[in-house]
């Protein structure tokens, strides 16, 4: 007959194992997830202790102080429940945009969870640890259009932005710069432009190209909002103090100043000279073509609110659609035979047809339009030399690295 206090003996351990088996499962259930939750809340702490610390940067201030006193708002003090470490370090040279200066700033929080059930098996304190790093990028001064030697902003995909597919199109030759278009690209065979180590990058499709990037969709220009933004003020308008000068009484040089271009067909079959200078057209309705003779050459506006700008014509709502379009901003350009010219050249809203180099060492330009093509049989040349072209400052930037 068995012994009824040895079976209650029994029982009691019994009991005891599940209780404490209970216990593990609440210390499982609630304890765990209070430190899950507690983990989540100390990794959005990181990411924006970190941030904030990229932010003060680009504003100048003090990265830890402002980086720890964000992690403290949310409630990681570095106190008896929590440890932040703020660590600053300098970007690597050439990982900012521009080779501009930046900073990178981690942040990691070591964060102690008071059990409850836990404490039954032994377990007073669960403890979590967060990492997070930001970058900011400082101010730099870049060239328009991520450096392109030719943009092309039409944003069809049916009407080739960027066309270099007519059976007498011209041999391109690009040296510094790629070629951008807003919609699509075409090339009559993969030996008509030569890319020079730099790639043909299209918001639609791209063909017969040695590089290209096609649908690169993350890259697309709003036009025209987006060119609006870059374009400079009208020097022509009559507002007092504006910059415009009238152009010269007689002959096609033009020289210190910004000047107004009403009439551009006037220009047509002569040599365009600039020294110092910029042409400002507010003519929505030219072409351009200098048959059998003239051309472009010389140097841009070096100081200003228009540096480096060679040429800059007025947006046109009714872009221009094709070189056989009548009542539209049509222009054939060609190096005139004695020199090159650099200086960008912004034509928002324009057809550029490139019919040629008078100059073995190309155009230094970065080519602007609307529709940017070749239709003619001589060589293309364009040697784009991005410290002889416009550039924009660009902000400082920041951004979670992880």
Same mark, same amino acid.
């Given at each position: 007959?068995?012994?009824?206090?040895?079976?209650?003996?029994?029982?009691?351990?019994?009991? =005891?194992?599940?209780?404490?088996?209970?216990? /593990?499962?609440?210390? +499982?259930?609630?304890?765990?997830?209070? !430190?899950?939750?507690?983990? %989540?809340?100390?990794?959005?702490? =990181?990411?924006?202790?970190?941030?904030?610390?990229?932010?003060?940067?680009?504003?100048?201030?003090?990265?830890?102080?402002? =980086?720890?006193? %964000?992690?403290?708002?949310?409630? $990681?003090?570095?106190?008896?429940?929590?440890?932040?470490?703020?660590?600053?370090?300098?970007?690597?040279?050439?990982?900012?945009?521009?080779?501009?200066?930046?900073?990178?700033?981690?942040?990691?929080?070591?964060? $102690?969870?008071?059990?409850?059930?836990?404490?039954?098996?032994?377990?007073?304190? +669960?403890?979590?640890?967060?990492?997070?790093?930001?970058?900011?990028?400082?101010?730099?001064? /870049?060239?328009?259009?991520?450096?392109?030697?030719?943009?092309?902003?039409?944003?069809?995909?049916?009407?080739?932005?960027?066309?270099?597919?007519?059976?007498?199109?011209?041999?391109?030759?690009?040296?510094?710069?790629?070629?951008?278009?807003?919609?699509?690209?075409?090339?009559?065979?993969?030996?008509?432009?030569?890319?020079?180590?730099?790639?043909?990058?299209?918001?639609?499709?791209?063909?017969?190209?040695?590089?290209?990037?096609?649908?690169?969709?993350?890259?697309?220009?709003?036009?025209?909002?987006?060119?609006?933004?870059?374009?400079?003020?009208?020097?022509?308008?009559?507002?007092?103090?504006?910059? /415009?000068?009238?152009?010269?009484?007689?002959?096609?040089?033009?020289?210190?100043?910004?000047?107004?271009?009403?009439?551009?067909?006037?220009?047509?079959?002569?040599?365009?000279?600039?020294?110092?200078?910029?042409?400002?057209?507010?003519?929505?309705?030219?072409?351009?073509?200098?048959?059998?003779? /003239?051309?472009?050459?010389?140097?841009?506006?070096? !100081?200003?609110?228009?540096?480096? $700008?060679?040429?800059?014509?007025? $947006?046109?709502?009714?872009?221009?659609?094709?070189?056989?379009?009548?009542? =539209?901003?049509?222009?054939?350009? %060609?190096?005139?035979?004695?020199?090159?010219?650099?200086?960008?050249?912004?034509?928002?809203?324009?057809? +550029?047809?490139?019919?040629?180099?008078?100059?073995?060492?190309?155009?230094?330009?970065?080519?602007?339009?609307?529709?940017?093509? !070749?239709?003619?049989?001589?060589?293309?040349?364009?040697?784009?030399?991005?410290?002889?072209?416009?550039?924009?400052?660009?902000?400082?930037?920041?951004? +979670?690295?992880?």
């Amino acid at each position: 007959m068995k012994n009824k206090s040895s079976e209650k003996g029994q029982a009691l351990i019994l009991i =005891a194992l599940i209780v404490i088996g209970l216990f /593990g499962f609440a210390a +499982l259930a609630i304890d765990g997830s209070m !430190s899950f939750s507690d983990r %989540r809340h100390a990794q959005n702490a =990181a990411d924006t202790a970190a941030l904030a610390g990229a932010l003060t940067y680009s504003r100048g201030g003090d990265i830890a102080t402002a =980086a720890q006193a %964000r992690a403290t708002s949310n409630g $990681y003090d570095g106190g008896t429940t929590s440890d932040v470490t703020v660590t600053v370090t300098d970007v690597p040279s050439g990982e900012c945009p521009g080779n501009a200066p930046g900073k990178d700033v981690t942040v990691n929080i070591i964060s $102690y969870v008071n059990t409850t059930f836990a404490r039954v098996i032994g377990r007073n304190q +669960l403890t979590n640890s967060v990492t997070a790093t930001s970058r900011g990028c400082g101010y730099y001064v /870049g060239s328009l259009f991520d450096g392109n030697a030719v943009v092309a902003l039409n944003p069809s995909t049916s009407n080739c932005a960027f066309d270099s597919g007519q059976s007498n199109a011209a041999h391109w030759k690009l040296e510094g710069g790629g070629i951008f278009s807003n919609g699509c690209a075409h090339s009559k065979n993969n030996d008509s432009v030569d890319l020079s180590g730099h790639c043909v990058t299209t918001v639609g499709g791209a063909s017969n190209f040695t590089c290209q990037q096609p649908n690169q969709t993350s890259k697309s220009i709003s036009y025209p909002a987006d060119v609006l933004k870059i374009m400079p003020p009208n020097p022509c308008d009559g507002t007092p103090g504006d910059a /415009g000068l009238p152009p010269p009484a007689s002959g096609s040089t033009f020289t210190d100043g910004i000047y107004c271009i009403s009439d551009l067909d006037e220009y047509d079959k002569k040599d365009i000279v600039l020294n110092n200078a910029t042409l400002y057209v507010t003519d929505t309705d030219f072409n351009l073509k200098f048959a059998g003779g /003239g051309g472009f050459s010389g140097t841009a506006t070096s !100081s200003g609110t228009y540096e480096d $700008y060679y040429m800059i014509i007025a $947006y046109d709502p009714t872009p221009c659609q094709s070189f056989n379009d009548h009542n =539209a901003q049509v222009i054939q350009y %060609r190096g005139n035979g004695s020199g090159t010219f650099s200086g960008t050249i912004l034509a928002p809203s324009a057809c +550029l047809d490139l019919r040629g180099n008078g100059e073995s060492s190309g155009i230094h330009t970065q080519i602007i339009g609307y529709i940017v093509s !070749s239709n003619g049989n001589a060589e293309v040349y364009i040697n784009y030399q991005a410290e002889e072209n416009h550039q924009e400052p660009v902000d400082p930037s920041i951004q +979670l690295l992880r």
